[in-house]
């Protein structure tokens, strides 16, 4: 699709800015950088290595078997079986690929790398989801700058990095080195049933009064206007309310979050952000949602119970087999809060994610990474965002292809947000402790009363706790 | 015959006994050593001493963990055996010849059921159950026009919910082991009593209770050690894991989130040294407060 190509460009200048995300973990650096790819428990275990050459760039060993772990979840799984895995067979067809899905992933490959026989590729996504900080600081994951200096599978002339948008590498970089592909690549924003909106002759707010208006009309009309799952799905909600203060405040707010900077969750920014949401919770939306999970609630929009849901694009996907006929997913931008905010109303939060990775540890981590190639050809890249709706790192895979209608409104807000897209926060992923909190606290702003100052200053100690801690590892980005 | 004896019972002992010291003193063992350590679950480690208990010290969501350990472990025993002596009585209604109330073997087998569901069933079931809009059971029963109770999203009232599916599920099991204890209470004693003229008030509190002190003192035990745990139903029901706010949080979820999902294995260790300990008090504590003499005196 058109769409595709215009903001193609826009994405680039996104992620250009995301490219400044080298992440620099501090203590631990210099044994990381030793030791990936190396085993230090001393008892290596044969890996698999073939020749380099023209046509096996990362030098596999073609007889080798591969085993991947894919997370079944919101993207599913028939991407790897249908489309990754007979695309990397037809090139290597000796190589016997071992697949296994799960739902659990650190209960299923934690034990797995610890005990040093790791599957080759992994794809780390999910509620039980692993420390992926703690990984690479234990030297799990394999070092993938190979990987992204090979020649890429089906883009003539190209380095596999040089098909990706730009940013898509640093944000898988550790200390300098690549270790994740994140793969896809998510639009953050409010989610509503375009034809109910039509047929209500509801328009699209850009200021935070319009908004308010608006969901006052949706709840007269005995809808609720907003709501998110508290029970496991608070992080939307955080998302939420970080995007909101990087309009207030410019990405900076949240880059000093991360940097855990003393005062960073006390800054007005963040303060505002919280109490206009702390106000719509207070309401506009139904107290029962604390209980429930996200499917429940995103039913219950499907039913037209619920207006507008806070969500990334694999929402539509996520949904596809409970979404009704007279409903079309579209996606809109956070309003603006105030009228002095520093982002404008278009600007958009977008973000590769959905981390896949080659373990250091396994039989054949060279095989892993050519799996990995495999997925980030142009090819493959196309047929995952036909069968999941989703969008991939990999530059213009989606050209020229009729993609879903709510990602296309997804896609037609990154078109509009231009140069103001953002990457957004990383402190969910850093800090696992900080992003319990962070989910606890919009739960109690949302639901317990919209006491904005309390959310400052619960996230304010939690912050400066982690900081404090020894025992946790410390990122910094710029 | 004796000759062979020895071998034969080494033999059958032999097997568990191993699976026993590793599965269970070992991994015991190994915690003791892990707490000691700053290990993040992913890698190697380093020796810190005993930093992981210093910080355990001042971390105020384990000191609310523990107060709501204490908590089910103070309520959950006494109203589960409270039901459960209750329940048993009127199965039994003291003595085989009197029975129980009509119906009673029935009644036996549906109590004991919700022992054969598992743990992880019962919690998803009762997540339904309590589930905070119409469709949770109990505000589904409800008339249409009443706000739903919000059940485990009201941290109000989260822990009770968790607390009602504890003794739910227990309760069958100690109805039937109390009533196992009163068949084995001799009949000549209820029929002593009775010619005596006691009412059934009476012989409960006077002859069942004070000779039933054995089974319920191992009773008392077993649902302490429970009230310790409750793991399952917290991961499982509670709102973002042992919230909102807290409310139910416990030991075992705080010791699976650092462990498994904070990488912090080492401080999840420290977490579950003082469980360790803890039970172990509470098992002995609760042996010598309870002795036998004092009934026997």
Same mark, same amino acid.
Not at chain 1, 182 to 211: C, E, H, M, Q, R
């Given at each position: 699709?058109?769409?595709?190509?215009?903001?193609?460009?826009?994405?680039?200048?996104?992620?250009?800015?995301?490219?400044?995300?080298?992440?620099?973990?501090?203590?631990?650096?210099?044994?990381?950088?030793?030791?990936?790819?190396?085993?230090?428990?001393?008892?290596?275990?044969?890996?698999?290595?073939?020749?380099?050459?023209?046509?096996?760039?990362?030098?596999?060993?073609?007889?080798?078997?591969?085993?991947?772990?894919?997370?079944?979840?919101?993207?599913?799984?028939?991407?790897?079986?249908?489309?990754?895995?007979?695309?990397?067979?037809?090139?290597?067809?000796?190589?016997?690929?071992?697949?296994?899905?799960?739902?659990?992933?650190?209960?299923?490959?934690?034990?797995?790398?610890?005990?040093?026989?790791?599957?080759?590729?992994?794809?780390?996504?999910?509620?039980?989801?692993?420390?992926?900080?703690?990984?690479?600081?234990?030297?799990?994951?394999?070092?993938?700058?190979?990987?992204?200096?090979?020649?890429?599978?089906?883009?003539?002339?190209?380095?596999?990095?040089?098909?990706?948008?730009?940013?898509?590498?640093?944000?898988?970089?550790?200390?300098?080195?690549?270790?994740?592909?994140?793969?896809?690549?998510?639009?953050?924003?409010?989610?509503?049933?375009?034809?109910?909106?039509?047929?209500?002759?509801?328009?699209?707010?850009?200021?935070?009064?319009?908004?308010?208006?608006?969901?006052?009309?949706?709840?007269?009309?005995?809808?609720?206007?907003?709501?998110?799952?508290?029970?496991?799905?608070?992080?939307?909600?955080?998302?939420?309310?970080?995007?909101?203060?990087?309009?207030?405040?410019?990405?900076?707010?949240?880059?000093?979050?991360?940097?855990?900077?003393?005062?960073?969750?006390?800054?007005?920014?963040?303060?505002?952000?919280?109490?206009?949401?702390?106000?719509?919770?207070?309401?506009?939306?139904?107290?029962?949602?604390?209980?429930?999970?996200?499917?429940?609630?995103?039913?219950?929009?499907?039913?037209?119970?619920?207006?507008?849901?806070?969500?990334?694009?694999?929402?539509?996907?996520?949904?596809?087999?409970?979404?009704?006929?007279?409903?079309?997913?579209?996606?809109?931008?956070?309003?603006?809060?105030?009228?002095?905010?520093?982002?404008?109303?278009?600007?958009?939060?977008?973000?590769?994610?959905?981390?896949?990775?080659?373990?250091?540890?396994?039989?054949?981590?060279?095989?892993?990474?050519?799996?990995?190639?495999?997925?980030?050809?142009?090819?493959?890249?196309?047929?995952?965002?036909?069968?999941?709706?989703?969008?991939?790192?990999?530059?213009?895979?989606?050209?020229?292809?009729?993609?879903?209608?709510?990602?296309?409104?997804?896609?037609?807000?990154?078109?509009?947000?231009?140069?103001?897209?953002?990457?957004?926060?990383?402190?969910?992923?850093?800090?696992?402790?900080?992003?319990?909190?962070?989910? /606890? &606290? %919009?739960? #109690?702003?949302?639901? @317990?009363?919209?006491?904005?100052? *309390? =959310?400052?200053?619960?996230? /304010? &100690? %939690?912050? #400066?706790?982690?900081? @404090?801690?020894?025992?946790?590892? *410390? =990122?910094?980005?710029? | 015959?004796?000759?062979?004896?020895?071998?034969?019972?080494?033999?059958?002992?032999?097997?568990?006994?191993?699976?026993?010291?590793?599965?269970?003193?070992?991994?015991?063992?190994?915690?003791?050593?892990?707490?000691?350590?700053?290990?993040?679950?992913?890698?190697?480690?380093?020796?810190?001493?005993?930093?992981?208990?210093?910080?355990?010290?001042?971390?105020?969501?384990?000191?609310?963990?523990?107060?709501?350990?204490?908590?089910?472990?103070?309520?959950?025993?006494?109203?589960?055996?409270?039901?459960?002596?209750?329940?048993?009585?009127?199965?039994?209604?003291?003595?085989?010849?009197?029975?129980?109330?009509?119906?009673?073997?029935?009644?036996?087998?549906?109590?004991?059921?919700?022992?054969?569901?598992?743990?992880?069933?019962?919690?998803?079931?009762?997540?339904?159950?309590?589930?905070?809009?119409?469709?949770?059971?109990?505000?589904?029963?409800?008339?249409?026009?009443?706000?739903?109770?919000?059940?485990?999203?009201?941290?109000?009232?989260?822990?009770?919910?968790?607390?009602?599916?504890?003794?739910?599920?227990?309760?069958?099991?100690?109805?039937?082991?109390?009533?196992?204890?009163?068949?084995?209470?001799?009949?000549?004693?209820?029929?002593?009593?009775?010619?005596?003229?006691?009412?059934?008030?009476?012989?409960?509190?006077?002859?069942?209770?004070?000779?039933?002190?054995?089974?319920?003192?191992?009773?008392?035990?077993?649902?302490?050690?429970?009230?310790?745990?409750?793991?399952?139903?917290?991961?499982?029901?509670?709102?973002?894991?042992?919230?909102?706010?807290?409310?139910?949080?416990?030991?075992?979820?705080?010791?699976?989130?650092?462990?498994?999902?904070?990488?912090?294995?080492?401080?999840?260790?420290?977490?579950?040294?003082?469980?360790?300990?803890?039970?172990?008090?509470?098992?002995?504590?609760?042996?010598?407060?309870?002795?036998?003499?004092?009934?026997?005196?």
């Amino acid at each position: 699709m058109s769409e595709i190509t215009k903001s193609e460009l826009d994405r680039r200048t996104l992620l250009r800015r995301a490219a400044a995300v080298g992440l620099v973990a501090a203590p631990g650096v210099s044994f990381l950088s030793a030791c990936a790819g190396s085993d230090d428990n001393g008892d290596d275990t044969k890996q698999a290595t073939g020749t380099k050459s023209a046509d096996n760039p990362l030098g596999i060993d073609p007889k080798a078997g591969i085993e991947i772990v894919i997370f079944d979840g919101g993207l599913g799984t028939k991407y790897a079986t249908d489309v990754d895995t007979p695309l990397y067979n037809s090139k290597w067809p000796d190589s016997k690929v071992t697949y296994s899905a799960t739902q659990q992933v650190a209960t299923t490959i934690k034990p797995r790398l610890n005990s040093g026989t790791a599957p080759d590729m992994i794809n780390n996504s999910g509620s039980d989801i692993m420390d992926f900080g703690a990984i690479v600081k234990a030297g799990q994951a394999a070092d993938l700058s190979d990987l992204f200096a090979a020649p890429s599978l089906d883009i003539a002339g190209k380095t596999v990095a040089e098909t990706l948008v730009p940013g898509a590498v640093q944000q898988g970089t550790y200390d300098g080195k690549p270790f994740a592909v994140n793969y896809s690549f998510t639009v953050f924003g409010l989610w509503y049933n375009k034809k109910l909106f039509a047929k209500n002759n509801w328009t699209i707010p850009t200021t935070w009064a319009d908004f308010t208006a608006l969901l006052d009309k949706i709840k007269a009309a005995g809808i609720t206007p907003f709501g998110y799952a508290g029970a496991n799905a608070s992080y939307y909600m955080v998302r939420a309310i970080m995007t909101s203060a990087a309009k207030i405040g410019t990405e900076q707010v949240l880059k000093d979050i991360d940097n855990l900077k003393p005062g960073a969750w006390t800054n007005d920014a963040v303060k505002q952000a919280a109490a206009a949401w702390g106000e719509i919770g207070k309401k506009y939306i139904n107290p029962s949602f604390l209980g429930l999970k996200h499917t429940e609630v995103q039913l219950q929009q499907n039913q037209d119970k619920v207006a507008f849901y806070p969500c990334g694009s694999w929402l539509e996907n996520e949904q596809a087999a409970s979404t009704p006929a007279g409903f079309e997913y579209a996606m809109m931008t956070y309003p603006s809060v105030t009228a002095s905010d520093k982002l404008p109303a278009a600007a958009i939060n977008a973000a590769a994610g959905e981390i896949y990775f080659a373990a250091a540890k396994s039989k054949n981590p060279q095989g892993g990474k050519e799996y990995l190639r495999t997925m980030l050809s142009k090819k493959a890249a196309l047929e995952f965002t036909k069968l999941t709706k989703s969008l991939t790192v990999v530059a213009g895979a989606a050209d020229g292809v009729t993609i879903s209608p709510g990602l296309t409104s997804a896609n037609d807000a990154l078109g509009k947000a231009g140069q103001d897209v953002f990457m957004g926060y990383l402190f969910d992923t850093w800090y696992k402790k900080l992003d319990d909190a962070s989910r /606890e &606290a %919009a739960n #109690q702003l949302m639901f @317990k009363g919209g006491d904005a100052q *309390k =959310f400052c200053d619960t996230m /304010e &100690a %939690a912050s #400066q706790a982690v900081a @404090k801690d020894s025992s946790i590892t *410390k =990122f910094t980005r710029s | 015959m004796r000759h062979g004896k020895y071998p034969f019972i080494i033999g059958f002992l032999v097997v568990p006994l191993a699976l026993y010291l590793v599965f269970v003193v070992g991994a015991y063992l190994q915690m003791f050593q892990l707490s000691l350590t700053d290990w993040s679950g992913y890698g190697g480690f380093t020796y810190i001493g005993v930093e992981n208990f210093q910080k355990l010290w001042d971390d105020s969501v384990f000191w609310i963990a523990l107060r709501h350990n204490l908590y089910l472990l103070i309520v959950m025993p006494i109203v589960t055996i409270a039901l459960a002596l209750f329940f048993a009585f009127l199965l039994n209604s003291g003595g085989k010849k009197a029975g129980g109330v009509w119906g009673s073997k029935v009644y036996r087998v549906i109590f004991f059921f919700p022992q054969l569901l598992a743990l992880a069933i019962v919690a998803v079931i009762f997540g339904r159950v309590f589930g905070s809009d119409k469709s949770g059971m109990i505000n589904g029963l409800l008339p249409q026009s009443w706000t739903p109770w919000l059940f485990l999203a009201d941290e109000r009232w989260a822990l009770t919910c968790i607390l009602v599916v504890l003794v739910w599920q227990a309760v069958g099991f100690y109805v039937v082991l109390f009533s196992a204890g009163m068949g084995s209470i001799a009949e000549e004693i209820y029929e002593a009593a009775a010619l005596d003229g006691a009412t059934k008030v009476t012989l409960f509190f006077k002859i069942t209770l004070p000779l039933l002190w054995d089974t319920l003192q191992v009773a008392w035990v077993y649902l302490g050690i429970a009230a310790f745990d409750a793991f399952a139903l917290v991961n499982i029901m509670s709102v973002n894991h042992g919230g909102p706010n807290n409310s139910t949080q416990v030991l075992s979820m705080q010791i699976y989130l650092n462990a498994f999902q904070n990488s912090q294995a080492g401080y999840a260790s420290a977490l579950g040294v003082v469980l360790f300990f803890l039970t172990l008090t509470f098992a002995a504590l609760t042996l010598r407060v309870t002795r036998r003499d004092a009934v026997a005196a």
